[in-house]
């Protein structure tokens, strides 16, 4: 298997089981990986080059390791990946009230602080900072927020690393979020299902709290035979998962039934 800094550490995995073990001998902070509910909900979100940094390791550490068990390493600009610095300017955090969330007590009991951290997200007023206390850089949430309308700053002391996030503007959907302009599609939402009717997985996330729909979709589609496709029940499009579908080199098109329903299918381009 080819791999870069963008690819995906559950898909090396998937791979490769040895993964697990080449890489946890690097260093303590990828011994998480050894905990399946840990590895389940962190693989998936986690490039090699977010790794990199969250290990605080060079990346080429990480390719020598995993060619030693048989990747070829695509040597791709390490920095393509790299989250914009116009966002992580000091000024958006002086003077303002802070509210602490410790990420460590969820990872703990092997609970995906997702869903803490969106819920007080969503709480979070604009004059407000929300520090989240992690025992690593929180990579694929900073890239969530900041990509919807969240500065940032990181800050390491004592083994442990500080994330700060405040809003700083921009359109906010009925969550409290900011809003992606998805378009409903119901004639393409009709062609495409018509395309995959023989070849498709039907699946209904609208009862899972957050954020077991994103997981439970995310899960599907990396056992979905090629050419098929997934159908899925749910509340609503969801924003958060759009950008993991487009890195995985799917599309998404919703049909809005009502304020609670949405169909989606979600198949390979």
Request: proline share 4%.
């Amino acid at each position: 298997m080819k791999i870069n800094a963008q690819t995906k550490i559950s898909d090396i995995i998937k791979e490769n089981k040895d993964v697990i073990d080449v890489i946890a001998t690097i260093n303590k902070h990828f011994k998480k990986l050894k905990n399946p509910i840990l590895r389940k909900v962190l693989a998936p979100r986690v490039t090699i080059a977010d790794a990199a940094k969250i290990g605080g390791i060079d990346i080429d550490i990480l390719f020598d390791r995993l060619s030693s068990i048989g990747f070829k390493i695509e040597k791709k600009d390490k920095n393509a990946d790299k989250i914009s610095e116009t966002k992580k300017d000091k000024d958006y955090f002086t003077n303002k009230e802070i509210i602490e969330l410790d990420a460590r007590i969820d990872l703990e009991k092997g609970i995906d602080p997702f869903k803490s951290i969106m819920s007080a997200i969503k709480k979070l007023p604009e004059n407000k900072v929300l520090k989240i206390i992690n025992s690593f850089e929180p990579l694929p949430m900073i890239k969530i927020l900041s990509e919807k309308g969240y500065a940032f700053k990181v800050e390491r002391k004592n083994d442990l690393v500080y994330t700060y996030f405040t809003k700083i503007g921009g359109k906010t959907n009925a969550d409290g979020l900011p809003e992606d302009i998805v378009e409903d599609d119901k004639e393409l939402f009709e062609k495409i299902y018509s395309d995959y009717q023989d070849k498709i997985k039907e699946i209904d996330v609208r009862n899972l709290e957050m954020p077991l729909p994103m997981v439970t979709i995310l899960q599907e589609i990396e056992t979905m035979p090629e050419g098929s496709a997934l159908y899925v029940h749910h509340k609503r499009i969801p924003q958060f998962l759009l950008k993991e579908l487009t890195e995985r080199g799917y599309n998404l098109v919703g049909n809005k039934i009502n304020e609670a329903n949405t169909k989606l299918i979600i198949y390979k381009k």
